[in-house]
C-alpha cells in the first residue's frame, strides 16, 4: 500500500504535504506534486494535511492511473521536501474538474 496524489492536486499545489513527510517522497512536477510509492512508508501524516483533498490512500477504488503516474513521474521529478511558493490562482482551481485534460504536464518544477 502506499499514498498517492490525483488529479485535485494540479494547479493547487500548495505543497503543506511535503513538509510532514517523515522520509521526504514527494517530487514536484511543474502543477502538482506526487508520491514515490516505493519510498512512501504509509504513515497517512500528509493525507489531513491537504487541503485540496488531493492524497488518498492506494486502497481506494478506481486510483490506478494515479498510481502509475505517481511511480512514473516521481523516476524524473525532482525530490522536494520544502514548502514553495503557492501559485496565485491556486484557490480559483480548487475543487475544479477535468484538471487533468486542461492542465496536466509531465514537466518538472522548480519551486
Ligand atoms: S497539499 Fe495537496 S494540493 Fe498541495 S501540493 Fe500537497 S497534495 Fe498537492
Ligand atoms: S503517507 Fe507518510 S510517508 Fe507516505 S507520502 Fe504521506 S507523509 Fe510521506
Known amino acids: 500500500m502506499t499514498y498517492v496524489v490525483t488529479e485535485a492536486c494540479i494547479k493547487c499545489k500548495y505543497m503543506d504535504c511535503v513538509e510532514v513527510c517523515p522520509v521526504d517522497c514527494f517530487y514536484e512536477g511543474d502543477n502538482m506534486v506526487v508520491i514515490n510509492p516505493n519510498e ?60 487533468f485534460d486542461k492542465y496536466f504536464t509531465d514537466q518538472p518544477g522548480n519551486s
Open 40 to 99: 512512501c512508508i504509509d504513515c497517512g501524516v500528509c493525507e489531513p494535511e491537504c487541503p485540496a483533498e488531493a492524497i488518498l490512500p492506494d486502497t481506494e477504488s478506481g486510483l490506478e492511473k494515479w498510481l502509475e503516474l505517481n511511480a512514473s513521474l516521481s523516476a524524473t521529478w525532482p525530490n522536494i521536501t520544502v514548502k514553495g511558493a503557492t501559485p496565485p490562482d491556486a484557490d480559483e482551481h480548487k475543487g475544479e474538474e477535468g484538471k
